[in-house]
């Protein structure tokens, strides 16, 4: 069963910046072609939104609109890890920040527990 952690969440100041790594188990560095890997964030009372993706075929990326030039996403497959880094943090990039493996071939989610990302003065 594959597993997913992530760390590197935070209180960080407007302008600032933010490494969020997540690290998943149970996943042979190989197979990590297997897996689109994604980044959401929920913050309090909005839906789950769709942030940053990676695909694990091709490491092609896509963003949402409002972290575009902002946000990063990138792989380490020889680590099993996804890191999403955050430059020019806004008070509205507040949120808890899930990571999401998407296993294609048995349409399969996995989840993390989520990070607290809070962008304050």
């Known amino acids: 069963q594959v597993q997913l952690a992530e760390s590197g969440g935070g209180l960080v100041q407007p302008g600032g910046s933010l490494r969020l790594s997540c690290a998943a188990s149970?996943?042979?560095?190989?197979?990590?072609?297997?897996?689109?890997m994604n980044w959401y964030r929920q913050a309090l009372g909005k839906e789950r939104e769709l942030v940053a993706s990676?695909?694990?075929?091709?490491?092609?990326?896509n963003y949402a609109d409002s972290v575009k030039g902002r946000f990063t996403i990138s792989r380490d497959d020889a680590e099993n890890t996804v890191f999403l880094q955050m430059n020019s943090l806004k008070p509205e990039d507040t949120a808890v920040y899930y990571c999401?493996?998407?296993?294609?071939?048995?349409?399969?989610?996995?989840w993390g527990r989520g990070t607290q990302v809070a962008v304050s003065s």
């Open positions: 999401n493996f998407y296993r294609r071939r048995i349409e399969k989610d996995y």
């Open positions: 990676i695909r694990g075929t091709d490491s092609s990326t």
């Open positions: 149970s996943i042979s560095p190989y197979r990590f072609i297997e897996f689109d």
